[in-house]
Structures are given as structure tokens and as C-alpha cells.
T-cell receptor
Framework: ETGVTQSPTHLIKTRGQQVTLRCSSQ?????VSWYQQALGQGPQFIFQ???????GRGNFPPRFSGLQFPNYSSELNVNALELDDSALYLC?????????????FGQGTRLTVV | GDSVTQMEGPVTLSEEACLTI???????????LFWYVQYPGEGLQLLLK?????DKGSNKGFEATYRKETTSFHLEKGSVQVSDSAVYFC????????????FGSGTRLSIRP
């Protein structure tokens, strides 16, 4: 068990709506990264948060945004949902600093946009 | 840009067969290399890793060697089990300002009893 928990596990939204996904990082981890995994593909990096600030971003539009809280948990927000946003969203936590550790992944949130 | 290319699946083998899943990478720096496994309905689990050239990662009977000269990190197992059925992802990470993981497209492995 990795200790990274995500909620909800499944979600169905309508095109144009907004969604918030949540992630609790593993105890002691100060960095959270979010990935989008479309069906049959590898995960794609969305962004990373370290010390409550965005610390790197992949090729995703601004309607994908996030937050990291003082307890290192995180949210991923997606506005104006599109059908192509249907995917498994994975959260990963790690420790960033001297000797960055490996990332541990949560079970993911399966988002379906209809 | 940095990328990972891995053998396309699906791969179907009989129990106790030998497994090789090919993976090659392109990176501007000196990446660490990983194999992740995803069982049905689950998130990603780290299977093994190697952080520098000629390192061999191993776990649960799986092995992969970091080959800088061929930019490869092939996954091998001498005798697969039904419980090894899963999707396997080769990945790299460059520890720059954001330690993002770059994944291959995944290889689905099915093992027949």
C-alpha cells in the first residue's frame, strides 16, 4: 500500500462542467504531481506542486489548474470539460530536495465526460 | 525532446515462458530509468529502477539493465506466471526543476495458464 489516496474513484460529468479531483500524499512527502492517462496510453504529466506552488507544467491548457495545501494534499481542477478529458487521472507524491525519492502513485480517479 | 519508446502489445505468453519487453529512450541529460506495472483497475506500482549506466534493477524475478550505449532498458523475466498479467510501462525521469516522469505507451502482457 503506497499511502497516496485519491477521491473520488469514479466520476461522470457533462461537457462544459467543472470538476475537482483530490489527492492526499504519502506521509512525509512534500511534492505532488498529476498525470492524465487516456485509455490505452501512458500517463502524461500535467503539473507538479512543491511547497504550495506550481513547479513545472506539461502541455495542458490553462483550464487545468491545481492547488497544494499546507498539509501537502492537492487538488486538480478542470474547467469547461471536453469529451477528450475522459481519462484516468493519477496523483503521485514524492520528496523533493537533496536526493529526490521515487514517486508513489494513487489508484487514480476515472473521469468520464459525456 | 525526451521520450520513451516501448514494444507494442499485447503480448501473450504461456506460463513459465521467457519474457522480454523492449524499451529505448531519448534524453538530453542523464535520466533515471524505471519500469512501472499497472494491474487491472489499479494505479501504477514501481517494479524496478536504475539510476545510472550499467545499473541493473530487479524485483519479483524481473530484471532490466541500464544500457547507455544503446539507450535501452529492456525488461526481462525468465519464467512468467499468470499473476504477471498486467500493463507494463517503461519510464524515465530527469531531475530538473520539475521531476516529471516520461512514460512509454505501455505493453499489455497476458499469461495463459
Amino acid at each position: 500500500e503506497t499511502g497516496v489516496t485519491q477521491s473520488p474513484t469514479h466520476l461522470i460529468k457533462t461537457r462544459g462542467q467543472q470538476v475537482t479531483l483530490r489527492c492526499s500524499s504519502q506521509s512525509g512527502h512534500n511534492t505532488v504531481s498529476w498525470y492524465q492517462q487516456a485509455l490505452g496510453q501512458g500517463p502524461q504529466f500535467i503539473f507538479q506542486y512543491y511547497r504550495e506552488e506550481e513547479n513545472g507544467r506539461g502541455n495542458f491548457p490553462p483550464r487545468f489548474s491545481g492547488l497544494q495545501f499546507p498539509n501537502y494534499s492537492s487538488e486538480l481542477n478542470v474547467n469547461a470539460l471536453e469529451l477528450d478529458d475522459s481519462a484516468l487521472y493519477l496523483c503521485a507524491s514524492s520528496v523533493q530536495g537533496v536526493g529526490t525519492t521515487e514517486a508513489f502513485f494513487g489508484q487514480g480517479t476515472r473521469l468520464t465526460v459525456v | 525532446g525526451d521520450s520513451v519508446t516501448q514494444m507494442e502489445g499485447p503480448v501473450t505468453l504461456s506460463e513459465e515462458a521467457c519474457l522480454t519487453i523492449n524499451c529505448t529512450y531519448t534524453a538530453t541529460g542523464y535520466p533515471s530509468l524505471f519500469w512501472y506495472v499497472q494491474y487491472p483497475g489499479e494505479g501504477l506500482q514501481l517494479l524496478l529502477k536504475a539510476t545510472k549506466a550499467d545499473d541493473k534493477g530487479s524485483n519479483k524475478g524481473f530484471e532490466a539493465t541500464y544500457r547507455k550505449e544503446t539507450t535501452s532498458f529492456h525488461l526481462e523475466k525468465g519464467s512468467v506466471q499468470v499473476s504477471d498479467s498486467a500493463v507494463y510501462f517503461c519510464a524515465l525521469i530527469l531531475y530538473s526543476s520539475a521531476s516529471k516522469i516520461i512514460f512509454g505507451s505501455g505493453t499489455r502482457l497476458s499469461i495463459r495458464p
